[in-house]
């Protein structure tokens, strides 16, 4: 079972909506989450970490954290064309070999004009 | 992007074949790392380096090695490398093992 799991997708939103991205985790005493997104071709950037429970807003994004339901997920409001992405979830684990960052597999999202 | 380039860029080469992949950073970030990217299977990490002469195994460490010398460069070889090694291979950096991790912009190489 993948530790870090996320709708694939693709996720398709007209231009000014808001897009819903999810992911949940395996690792129940995970501590540290992250969004990131990532351009055709291009390398991985940070959009969103979030810590705690509740949401953590950045902007037109949005991070919610749901550590009991062991999920996050990630609102883009007012979503523009130029958002059209994968976004990756990443989580730290609680214990391991190295407390390694997991990703999930990420969501293709396209914005429609 | 923290300061962080990968060389080269872009590699062919053919089966059996050693390669070495190369990460500079200017940040003076103690920890890098070394992912390989698949379709459908995210960002998988290879190996990661926790100062000069520091390194450990990822997920995916099987046919690979590092090494680091210097703060500023982490190298990833393939010892002979395989057609199932394609694949487009990011480094990163971060300032400690909880900490953000900052990408370079990525080497897609292809094993024929």
């Known amino acids: 079972q993948k530790e870090v799991e996320q709708n694939s997708g693709p996720l398709s939103v007209p231009e000014g909506a808001i897009a819903s991205l999810n992911c949940t985790y395996s690792d129940r005493g995970s501590q540290s989450f992250f969004w990131y997104r990532q351009y055709s071709g291009k390398s991985p950037e940070l959009i969103m970490s979030i810590y705690s429970n509740g949401d953590k807003e950045d902007g037109r994004f949005t991070a919610q954290l749901n550590k009991a339901s062991q999920y996050v997920s990630l609102l883009i409001r007012d979503s523009q064309p130029s958002d059209s992405a994968t976004y990756l979830c990443a989580v730290l684990p609680s214990s391991g070999s190295a407390r390694q960052l997991t990703f999930g597999s990420g969501t293709q999202l396209t914005v429609l004009p | 992007d923290a300061g962080i380039t990968q060389s080269p860029r872009h590699k062919v080469t053919e089966t059996g074949t050693p390669v070495t992949l190369r990460c500079h950073q200017t940040?003076?970030?103690?920890?890098m790392y070394w992912y390989r990217q698949d379709p459908g299977h995210g960002l998988r990490l290879i190996h990661y380096s926790y100062g000069v002469k520091d390194t450990d195994k990822g997920e995916v460490s099987d046919g690979y090695s590092v090494s680091r010398s210097k703060t500023e460069d982490f190298l990833l070889t393939l010892e002979s490398a395989t057609s199932s090694q394609t694949s487009v291979y990011f480094c990163a950096t971060g300032t400690g093992p909880t900490d953000t991790q900052y990408f370079g912009p990525g080497t897609r190489l292809t094993v024929l």
């Open positions: 940040e003076n970030h103690r920890y």
